[in-house]
């Protein structure tokens, strides 16, 4: 009889514990932005990374399970503009891991549509485990990813 119980119990106990794993999918990556302006966050410019409008002071998420959402990705930054595309990108130029974070700090100033709008900005990225894996300054990106891992 009781080992009916302990059996049952066993049984419970791993039902409650795949539902906890399965109820809500967890965030592959995190990016913070504490700057003063909306950006365009980018995993890579890749078509099925992540591509989010971030306004200052608010956060987004890469959800686990999306294709492009698999962490040691390069997460680049531009300003939001209304009107179309911004050509003033910059990168962070230490991958973003599973189940990272990384967080901007700074302020972009002046005109927006200026090369220099957002140079002050700099970047932390922590890994899964919150150890700081970089700290510093964000660089200029002018060109394209020559390989996109899950296009």
Request: proline share 3%.
């Amino acid at each position: 009889m009781k080992l009916r119980y302990a059996a049952v119990a066993g049984i419970l106990a791993g039902v409650f514990f795949a539902i906890g794993l399965f109820a809500s999918p967890s965030s592959a990556y995190c990016v913070y932005n504490h700057t003063n302006a909306k950006l365009v966050v980018c995993g890579e410019a890749c078509l099925k990374c992540y591509n989010e409008i971030i306004k200052g002071d608010h956060h987004g998420c890469c959800p686990g399970g999306h294709k492009g959402c698999g962490g040691e990705t390069f997460i680049t930054i531009y300003p939001y503009i209304s009107d179309g595309p911004n050509d003033h990108k910059w990168f962070v130029p230490v991958q973003v891991t599973n189940h990272g974070w990384v967080s901007l700090f700074g302020k972009c100033k002046g005109d927006l549509d200026s090369k220099d709008y957002c140079s002050d900005v700099t970047a932390k990225v922590h890994d899964n485990d919150g150890k700081v894996i970089y700290s510093g300054g964000l660089y200029r990106w002018d060109g394209k990813w020559s390989r996109c891992k899950h296009d």
